[in-house]
Antibody, heavy 124, light 107 residues
Framework: QLQLQESGPGLVKPSETLSLTCTVSGGSISSSNYYWAWIRQPPGKGLEWIGNIYYSGNTYYNPSLKSRVSMSVDTSKKQFSLKLSSVTAADTAVYYC????????????????WGQGTMVTVSS | DIQMTQSPSSLSASVGDRVTITCRASQGIRNDLGWYQQKPGKAPKRLIYAASSLQSGVPSRFSGSGSGTEFTLTINSLQPEDFATYYCLQHNTYPLSFGPGTKVDIK
């Protein structure tokens, strides 16, 4: 059973870069059957997809964040990472990592396994 | 970008009620839709994938239907543990997009 765990600083100063890591256990981060995803949720609000990354490094980003987002994969550490630059208070949110699984003949399936989430506050 | 809407935004229901939540996409997404349940302080949990396939381990009182632009999540005989917020997610086209959520609380 795949398990994901987010980690990183809980407090980031405005204009700095938010950096988070998701550690994968119970499965291979190099599997061709998954994209690895980041999603966020501001306090009291809905869910926003940030982006996906494949083990090969192929990425898709939300255009609303694309100029500030970068994702990477470290297969040796079984981790994938998110960097969000030039943060403001609007980036304060719970950040989740999740799997975007391949469903076979039906193509890709809806986001499946989720981490527990990590709260990041942007404040000086 | 594909916009997802949900109705209602909130509803009050009693244990044993049948509840229906609707999700609409701004353009056709085939059946590339999932439904999620989220409880306060917890990560979303996938209930339905491919619009109508029940996630393993999810009670059979949950069901999904629809294709194209209109989708429904039905909860038959609402249970106390079902009071939560429900989201739909389209993954037909990047950027992936969620509906704004439907909060189900106790009448």
């Amino acid at each position: 059973q795949l398990q994901l765990q987010e980690s990183g600083p809980g407090l980031v100063k405005p204009s700095e870069t938010l950096s988070l890591t998701c550690t994968v256990s119970g499965g291979s981060i190099s599997s061709s059957n998954y994209y690895w995803a980041w999603i966020r949720q501001p306090p009291g609000k809905g869910l926003e997809w940030i982006g996906n990354i494949y083990y090969s490094g192929n990425t898709y980003y939300n255009p609303s964040l694309k100029s500030r987002v970068s994702m990477s994969v470290d297969t040796s550490k079984k981790q994938f990472s998110l960097k969000l630059s030039s943060v403001t208070a609007a980036d304060t949110a719970v950040y989740y990592c999740a799997t975007y699984p391949y469903g076979g003949s039906n193509g890709w399936n809806a986001l499946d396994h989720w981490g527990q989430g990590t709260m990041v506050t942007v404040s000086s | 970008d594909i916009q997802m809407t949900q109705s209602p935004s909130s509803l009050s229901a009693s244990v044993g009620d049948r509840v229906t939540i609707t999700c609409r996409a701004s353009q056709g997404i085939r059946n590339d839709l999932g439904w999620y349940q989220q409880k306060p302080g917890k990560a979303p949990k996938r209930l339905i994938y491919a619009a109508s396939s029940l996630q393993s381990g999810v009670p059979s009182r949950f069901s999904g239907s629809g294709s194209g632009t209109e989708f429904t999540l039905t909860i038959n005989s609402l249970q106390p543990e079902d009071f939560a917020t429900y989201y739909c997610l389209q993954h037909n086209t990047y950027p992936l997009s969620f509906g704004p959520g439907t909060k189900v609380d106790i009448k």
